[in-house]
């Protein structure tokens, strides 16, 4: 809202630095801002709602140290990141902008899928929540729209590959080249690491990659689904989803950046996206929603984000990582997410296997999913999330790299 009031003040009146709002970085750094006196200021008193709503934690008991304790403590609280990214974005973002509009509609989609399972637990006294298969149609709905628009907007598009190497001989529209309609990704680590979903049924004949939405979307779906359920996953101690996900963030940040400046992309020769530069001011928001949220998340926490913010920062992330065509380094950017999702998928299926062939399930963990392993090695949980946010950081420097490494 407020770009478009400095807009019209710069246009009409000349007022000395309504200007700064045409950047997206200075509008970045606001909303940055903002984000964290939100969270940080604001957040104490929706958790003394949640407090007075008797909205607390339901614990069962696992066996786990320190687990007790945590009775109680109000969940919800992904209400505070929702809030705190939704309002700078509102404030400070150019709301005509499509990738603003879908990153805004999948905040407020999976928030409510989230919100729903988390109010069925606490207040239906159902520890299930919402059933499972609601969740992944919910998810599965967020990856139709998201592919669909991604696929068939006319404001999706990429600067077509065959461009020329910035001079001063050339203007900056010059060198942007012609924009197209894609579906081309990134293949990390790969020279020419570029790849086109249309490819999967280009050898049907000519016309054929007309069709590739066939491919694309049920891929999108896909993606959505499982960042979602491991941020999901990933939620079991204090700060851990809150702190991985603000690394994943900022990493998602860098190449919202680069993507978005003809000059970078031009650079570092990937992908320009037209109007990709905007995510920087959503993701900014989404960092420090996150930040100010790890005040009162971090360990010992006085509030839980719940489904209703693990589902949320699940499926930002993902559709973030869509938009700038990067989602084929998911497993590493989010190899937290990926490692906790797997133990689980290897904990189950490990356990089903050896009790129909032994007769007795067998554990490869001591409990899934892999933070809880830890937790019953005896190690403290602020040091196991300390440990995990290092990795995270590491991972990240890695995603980061592939920028260059091919």
């Known amino acids: 809202m407020l770009y478009y009031l400095f807009e019209y003040l710069e246009k009409q009146y000349q007022v000395p ?234 990493s998602l940040g860098v190449f919202a950046l680069v993507s978005g400046n003809v000059i970078f992309s031009d650079y570092l020769d990937i992908m320009y996206i037209p109007g990709s530069d905007e995510l920087l001011v959503f993701i900014t928001a989404f960092v420090g929603a996150l930040v100010g949220f790890l005040w009162y998340n971090a360990f010992p926490a006085q509030v839980f984000m719940g489904d209703t913010g693990s589902l949320t920062i699940g499926g930002v992330i993902a559709v973030i990582a869509i938009i700038v065509r990067k989602e084929l380094l998911i497993p590493l950017l989010c190899g937290i997410f990926f490692a906790e999702s797997i133990s689980v998928m290897l904990q189950v299926g490990y356990f089903k296997y050896t009790k129909k062939k032994l007769g007795e399930g067998k554990r490869i963990f001591l409990m899934s999913p892999l933070h809880h392993h830890y937790q019953k090695k005896g190690y403290h949980e602020s040091k196991i999330v300390t440990r995990f946010w290092i990795v995270g950081i590491m991972l990240a420097i890695a995603t980061i790299v592939t920028l260059k490494i091919r």
């Open 17 to 250: 630095g309504a200007s700064l709002f045409q950047f997206s970085t200075f509008r970045a750094g606001m909303a940055i801002l903002f984000s964290l006196i939100i969270a940080t200021s604001y957040g104490k008193r929706i958790i003394l709602i949640l407090q007075k709503k008797q909205v607390g934690e339901s614990i069962r008991d696992l066996g786990l140290d320190g687990q007790k304790q945590k009775a109680g403590t109000p969940t919800m609280g992904g209400i505070i990141i929702i809030l705190a990214t939704l309002i700078p974005v509102l404030l400070f973002a150019k709301l005509d902008n499509i990738y603003i509009i879908l990153l805004i509609f999948t905040t407020v989609w999976m928030g409510i899928i989230g919100f729903v399972d988390d109010y069925i637990k606490v207040f239906k006294k159902n520890k299930e929540g919402l059933k499972g298969r609601f969740k992944v149609i919910g998810q599965v709905v967020l990856g139709l729209i998201v592919g669909a628009v991604l696929y068939f907007h006319p404001e999706v598009t990429m600067r077509d590959h065959n461009r020329t190497t910035i001079t001063e001989q050339f203007t900056v529209q010059e060198v942007r080249g012609k924009e197209v309609k894609s579906t081309m990704t990134t293949v990390p680590f790969l020279k020419n690491n570029e790849f086109d979903y249309g490819d999967f049924i280009g050898w049907a004949g000519d016309g054929a990659k007309e069709y590739a939405w066939l491919i694309f979307i049920p891929i999108i779906i896909l993606i959505v689904t499982a960042v979602s359920n491991g941020a999901n996953l990933t939620d079991g101690i204090d700060g851990l989803a809150a702190g991985s996900s603000a690394i994943i963030g900022f």
